[in-house]
Structure formats: C-alpha cells, structure tokens
C-alpha cells in the first residue's frame, strides 16, 4: 500500500494504491491524519487504485473522517472499485461517507 | 481438493495466510469476485484470532484446512480455521449499528459483520483446547 498526497484546485487528495488490510491500516491512517492536520477543512480520498479493503482499513477511514468533521471540515471519497463499494455497502458506509465516481465529481463537493 | 496451511499466528504473516489461501481457491477455478470475498473474510479471521485468541503475552499458531467440496454440480469451498489460543467465539461478537452517523459510529465489530454476509455458512466449536471455526462459501 502506499499513499501520495496531491494537490487538485487546492484540495488535499490523498490517493491510496494497492491493498488496504491490517497490515497497511496503521501507515494509511497516519497518512490520513497528518493531512487533516495539514488541512482539516477539504479533503478527497483518491481510491482508483486502491484493489482491496477490509475492516481495518474501513476503521481508518472512519478515523479520519471523524477526525475533520469534529474540526469542522469535510472528507469526501472518490473513485472506488465495485469490490471496495460492495464492501462500503455492507458495512454501511455507502449512506454515511459521501462517495463520488470520480475525483472530479468530488471536487465539485464542496 | 485438500491444503493445510500453518503457520504463527502473528500479523507479518498474514500476507503468507492470503496468499495460500488464493492460490487454494485460484486452482479450484473461482471467480475474482469470489477469491475477494473468500479472502477478506479470511483476514478478518486471521486478524480476529490473532487479536483476541492469541493476546500480546500469548504465542501460538494458525492452521487453516481448506477443501472443496462439490455435490449436486455445486462447488463449495470450506475452510476451517483452528488455533490453540484462549476461548475465542467470534460469532459472538456484537455486530456493529450500521445506520449511525460517524459522529458515534463505533470503529469495532465490522468484521464480523463482513464474515457474517460474504459466507454462506459459518460455525465455531471450542474442543478441548482449540477454537474451531469453519466457513463455507459456494464459489
């Protein structure tokens, strides 16, 4: 897993490649953190080129979005695959996370 | 069809776990969709036991038995995860209010949820000193 922070019209998006399981959580969460701290009021998580994710990596991005909305500010995800989705969907996270088809349908968010 | 992986149950391994565990269910002719679903819900297994069964004073082992099993022109595939931990049921845990708000949204229990929804079937036993529990899904 490896995460880069990229700038777009002057909106943190944080895109996360590879496979998000419990041995990449802690890094993808730390990642996630310090960019809310760079910036809590917009962010966009980038998942084009995330290929896999399970509970704990669902558990960091709830961290996170925990994190800018007790700070005012708003996180929305961008881009997943059918098989991230359906995971969003059965954890629920489809109805509290706002989820966009593309990073470009996301930056029109806030 | 039939494969014992074994191996200790600690995180840096868990990579070696999904890996046997794919090329398993690969060989059997499974459909991405399946091998994903067959996968995540072995890690949220594997990270379960390793957590709960196996706490940070207490070293062990994981060993997996997988089998396919077909009948009536259906495969399924079985795996049945056994270590020698501490009594650890993880059906149950409580499954997490999926409709609350991230505000007071808890970050625990969802992957048992996943476990739950992805498999067909799954069960646990404890017997003598072992956490037995067995998951089966038609792939």
């Known amino acids: 897993m490896e995460v880069f922070n990229e700038k777009k019209n ?8 590879g496979r998000l399981d419990a041995a ?19 962010l966009v998580i980038n998942l084009a080129d995330l290929a896999y994710i399970s509970s704990a990596g669902l558990r960091a991005l709830l961290v996170g979005a925990k994190e800018i909305k007790a700070k005012g500010g708003k996180m929305v995800l961008a881009a997943a695959n059918e098989s991230v ?24 968010k806030f | ?14 990579n070696f776990f999904l890996k046997s565990i794919r090329d398993f269910i690969e060989k059997a002719g499974a459909s991405e969709e399946k091998i994903f679903d067959v ?6 297994i594997l990270v379960n036991i390793m957590s709960y069964a196996y706490p940070e004073n207490q070293k062990g082992e994981i060993e997996i038995h997988c089998q396919i099993l077909e009948a009536d022109g259906e495969k399924k595939l079985k795996c049945v995860f056994i270590d020698e931990g501490k009594f650890f049921d993880i059906l149950q845990k409580e499954s997490p209010d999926l409709s609350a708000p991230i505000e007071t949204r808890s970050v625990g229990g969802l992957g048992i949820h996943l476990v739950k929804t992805l498999m067909d079937e799954v069960s646990y036993m404890r017997q003598v000193d072992k956490n037995i529990l067995s998951v089966v899904k038609t792939i």
């Open chain 2, 1 to 14: 069809m039939f494969q014992v992986i074994r191996e200790k149950a600690e995180l840096v391994h868990l």
């Open chain 1, 85 to 108: 989705k359906k995971v969003f969907d059965i954890s629920g996270f489809s109805s509290i996370f706002e989820l966009q088809d593309s990073v470009d349908d996301a930056l029109k």
């Open chain 2, 39 to 44: 996968i995540l819900t072995a890690e949220e």
């Open chain 1, 10 to 17: 002057g909106i943190t998006c944080l895109r996360v490649e």
């Open chain 1, 24 to 42: 990449a959580a802690p890094a993808f969460e730390k990642a996630l953190l310090s960019a809310i701290k760079e910036d809590s009021s917009k």
